[in-house]
C-alpha cells in the first residue's frame, strides 16, 4: 500500500515536470512530436533508476561510511555522467535495436536535472532501497506522462493562428501552465 | 569598450533566461519570491564567475577528450562551496532554494559559457563574460520573482503593498510557466 501510495504520489500530486520543476529543457525541448516523447520517456526511466540505484549504493556505503557526504555533489554528478557513457556503450553493443531507439537521447540525459535531483531527493527523504527504486520509477513515468500530454498538445498547436510575439517558447510555457493547472487537482490525493 | 560590450550582453541582448532559454528548471522552481530568485541569481552567479575564471586559466592543461568531465568536476567543486557558505550564513534562505543549490551543476547555463566561451578565451574576458551572464541571470530571476510576488501575494521583496490576498495562483506552479511565458514576449518585442 504504502508504496503504491510513493507511485500515485510521484506521478500525480508531485508531478516531476510540473510541479518540482525538474527536467524542464527536455520537456520543451524534445517533446514536439508524441514519437520522440515516448522514446525520451523510455530513455529517462532506465537512466533515472539505474542512477538512482547507484547513488543510493554509493551514499550509503561510501561517502556516509567515511564521513564524506559533503562530496555529495561532485560524487552524484559523476557517476551519472559516467553511467550514461556505459549504458550507451553496452547498448551499442547487445541491443542495437534499443540503442536505435533511445541512443540520440542518452547524452542529453547528463544534464537532465531531473536525474540528479531525483538522485539527491531519495536521499532527503530517507528512503531505503526498494523505496528509492519505486520513487524513481514514480517520477519516471510522470516525466513520461507529463511529456507525451504535453506533446500532443503541441502537435495540434501548428495548425492554431497565434499572434506574433507568443509563437513558439512563449505560447509554449502558457500550455505547460495550463496542464500544471490540470495536475494542480490531483492535490490532496495522498 | 569592447570588454564593456561583453559585460553587458547577459542582460538583454544575450539574456540566458529570456532569449536563450537556459537553466528554466531554477528560474520556474524559485521564483516564489523576489529575494529566493535575487538569492538563486547571486549563487548562480559566483560559480559562473569562478568556474570561467578557473577553465580558462586551465585550457591549455586540459587534454581536448576529457575536457567535458573536467569541466564537471570543476563546476561541481564551486557549486559545493556555495551549498555549504549558504548553509552556514544564510540558511533560511538556503533552506527555501532547497535542491535546487545542488542543482547548479546541471544548469545549462554554466556548462554552456564554459565549453562556448571560456574553453577559447583570456581569462579577463572570461571571468567578465562570466559575471555579466551570472547578473543577467540575478535579473531575469529577480524580474520573475518580483512579478510573481507582486501578483500573488501584493507585495515586494517581503513589503505588503496591499493588505489583501493575492491571486495564490501566481506562487503556485502554473503561474511560473504563465509569468515566465509574457516576459519571454515582452522582452523579445523590446529587442525588435
Known amino acids: 500500500m504504502e508504496y503504491i501510495l510513493i507511485i500515485i504520489g510521484a506521478i500525480f500530486v508531485n508531478n516531476i515536470v510540473l510541479a518540482q520543476f525538474l527536467g524542464i529543457c527536455p520537456f520543451m525541448g524534445v517533446s514536439s512530436k508524441v514519437k520522440t516523447a515516448v522514446g525520451m520517456g523510455g530513455a529517462v526511466l532506465f537512466v533515472m533508476t539505474l542512477a538512482v540505484i547507484v547513488t543510493w549504493i554509493i551514499m550509503h556505503y561510501v561517502l556516509i561510511p567515511f564521513e564524506i557526504q559533503y562530496m555529495q555533489t561532485i560524487a552524484y554528478i559523476l557517476v551519472i555522467a559516467s553511467l550514461v557513457q556505459m549504458v550507451e556503450i553496452i547498448l551499442k553493443k547487445m541491443s542495437p535495436a534499443l540503442y536505435q531507439a533511445l541512443g540520440v537521447f542518452l547524452p542529453l540525459i547528463t544534464t537532465n536535472c531531473a536525474i540528479l535531483g531525483v538522485a539527491i531527493l531519495v536521499i532527503q527523504k530517507e528512503f531505503n532501497l526498494l523505496e528509492s527504486v519505486i520513487f524513481s520509477i514514480g517520477n519516471a513515468a510522470g516525466f513520461a506522462l507529463a511529456l507525451i500530454i504535453f506533446a500532443g498538445i503541441r502537435e495540434h498547436m501548428d495548425k492554431l493562428n497565434i499572434p506574433e510575439g507568443m509563437k513558439g517558447i512563449p505560447a509554449s510555457l502558457v500550455v505547460a501552465g495550463i496542464l500544471a493547472l490540470a495536475f494542480m487537482g490531483f492535490a490532496g490525493m495522498v | ?192
Open chain 2, 1 to 192: 569598450m569592447n570588454q564593456w560590450k561583453n559585460f553587458t550582453k547577459g542582460f538583454i541582448k544575450e539574456n540566458p533566461v529570456f532569449i536563450l532559454l537556459l537553466g528554466l528548471c531554477p528560474t520556474l522552481g524559485v521564483t516564489t519570491s523576489a529575494i529566493n530568485g535575487l538569492g538563486m541569481g547571486l549563487a548562480t552567479t559566483f560559480v559562473l564567475l569562478m568556474s570561467n575564471t578557473v577553465i580558462s586559466l586551465i585550457k591549455n592543461v586540459i587534454p581536448n577528450k576529457v575536457r567535458i568531465p573536467s569541466f564537471i568536476v570543476i563546476i561541481a567543486s564551486f557549486v559545493t562551496i556555495v551549498d555549504l557558505v549558504m548553509a552556514a550564513y544564510v540558511p533560511a534562505l538556503h533552506a527555501q532554494l532547497g535542491l535546487f543549490i545542488p542543482l547548479i551543476v546541471v544548469n545549462c547555463i554554466v556548462l554552456g559559457r564554459a565549453e562556448a566561451f571560456a574553453s577559447k578565451n583570456t581569462v579577463l574576458s572570461s571571468m567578465i563574460d562570466g559575471l555579466g551572464m551570472g547578473l543577467g541571470f540575478a535579473f531575469a530571476l529577480t524580474i520573475l520573482g518580483a512579478v510573481r510576488e507582486l501578483l500573488g501575494s501584493y507585495a515586494i521583496f517581503g513589503y505588503k503593498l496591499i493588505n489583501t490576498d493575492g491571486m495564490l495562483v501566481f506562487v503556485l506552479a502554473p503561474g511560473a510557466f504563465i509569468g515566465l511565458a509574457y516576459l519571454v514576449a515582452i522582452v523579445r518585442r523590446i529587442n525588435k
